[in-house]
């Protein structure tokens, strides 16, 4: 069985995250699912810096 989530159901917050520096790779990564202050990229292993998305709101417990 599937439920249908309506559009209103969908929180969306200005969210921490890590971006890459490199500009042909459009990776990303939320700050509380890394366990490192300052990442590198999981796709193209290059420097990453700090920004801020409009995300989905989510519930990651075991982080910080």
Not at 18 to 27: F, I, L, V
Request: glycine share 4%; charged share 25%.
């Amino acid at each position: 069985m599937y439920r249908r989530i309506n559009p209103e159901e969908i929180v969306h917050v200005e969210t921490k995250v890590w971006q890459c520096t490199s500009e042909t790779c459009k990776g990303w990564v939320r700050d509380n699912f890394t366990f490192s202050d300052e990442p590198s990229c999981p796709l193209c292993n290059s420097k990453m810096q700090a920004a801020t998305k409009m995300l989905q709101a989510i519930n990651n417990p075991g982080m910080k």
